[in-house]
């Protein structure tokens, strides 16, 4: 292998190694005294250019205070949300200036372009499906402010995609305690999949009927 074909897998490998060190650090706040606020904070920068998911905070807090973690959930569903309109908002009114940032270090083009044709093709549902997808939430947000996707809409189909991944997750975890972390952990790719599947269902049937 040459050096030209060497540099792109090392930077892939460092890439890789940075993230999963910031990884690390994000679980670590779940052990600290204010991992709460951290939670919150991370669930707000994380709608809008964060590459870590705040979800494995929110299992491993959840997971060491179970009665609380319904009000993880809700708070970090508000947060998300609140990270999310600042998104919208860059989307909106700054897009021009903060096009070359975002396509260098949030997401690419071609992302980009596939959440913008969800938007052509299903409205407000993308944003509500959009949490169960692998494409990450800050895309839909900031490409909803592109969109020019009317900000009440927005804000609704936010919370109520948001509320649907981890109301689900806090949920499950006040009902079942600590031991439900290591099936999260092993299963939650599928978990997701499934709500987000359900949720696409319902809302598949609601527009056949209504």
Same mark, same amino acid.
């Given at each position: &292998?040459?050096?030209?074909?060497?540099? !792109?897998? $090392? *930077?892939? &490998?460092?890439? &890789?190694?940075?993230?999963? %060190?910031?990884?690390?650090?994000?679980?670590?706040? *779940?052990?600290?005294?204010?991992?709460?606020?951290?939670?919150?904070?991370? *669930?707000?920068?994380?709608?809008?250019?964060?590459?870590?998911?705040?979800? !494995?905070?929110?299992?491993? &807090?959840?997971?060491?205070?179970? %009665? %609380?973690?319904?009000?993880?959930?809700?708070?970090?569903?508000?947060?998300?949300?609140?990270?999310?309109?600042?998104?919208?908002?860059?989307? #909106?009114?700054?897009?021009?200036?903060?096009?070359?940032?975002?396509?260098?270090?949030?997401?690419? !083009? #071609?992302?980009?372009? $596939?959440?913008?044709?969800?938007?052509?093709?299903?409205?407000? @549902?993308?944003?509500?499906?959009?949490?169960?997808?692998? @494409?990450?939430?800050?895309?839909?947000?900031?490409? #909803?402010?592109?969109?020019?996707? *009317?900000?009440?809409?927005?804000?609704?189909?936010?919370?109520?995609?948001? #509320?649907?991944?981890?109301?689900?997750?806090?949920?499950?975890?006040? %009902?079942?305690?600590?031991?439900?972390? $290591?099936?999260?952990?092993?299963?939650?790719?599928?978990?997701?999949?499934?709500?987000?599947?359900?949720?696409?269902?319902?809302?598949?049937?609601?527009?056949?009927?209504?």
């Amino acid at each position: &292998m040459t050096d030209t074909e060497q540099t !792109p897998v $090392k *930077s892939k &490998m460092l890439i &890789m190694i940075w993230l999963r %060190k910031t990884y690390d650090w994000v679980l670590g706040w *779940s052990e600290h005294p204010r991992g709460e606020w951290a939670l919150y904070f991370f *669930s707000a920068i994380e709608a809008i250019f964060f590459p870590i998911p705040v979800d !494995p905070i929110l299992v491993a &807090m959840g997971a060491g205070r179970p %009665k %609380k973690a319904l009000r993880y959930a809700l708070f970090t569903t508000i947060f998300s949300v609140a990270g999310a309109c600042v998104g919208y908002y860059l989307g #909106a009114v700054f897009w021009e200036s903060t096009q070359s940032f975002f396509f260098q270090h949030v997401f690419s !083009p #071609a992302k980009f372009d $596939k959440v913008m044709a969800l938007f052509r093709e299903n409205g407000a @549902l993308a944003i509500v499906v959009a949490g169960f997808t692998p @494409l990450p939430y800050k895309v839909f947000a900031v490409s #909803a402010g592109v969109a020019n996707v *009317s900000l009440p809409v927005f804000v609704a189909a936010s919370l109520v995609g948001r #509320a649907g991944r981890f109301m689900v997750l806090g949920a499950l975890i006040y %009902k079942f305690g600590p031991e439900v972390r $290591k099936q999260i952990d092993l299963h939650f790719e599928r978990i997701t999949i499934i709500v987000g599947l359900l949720l696409l269902l319902f809302f598949v049937v609601y527009k056949v009927l209504f």
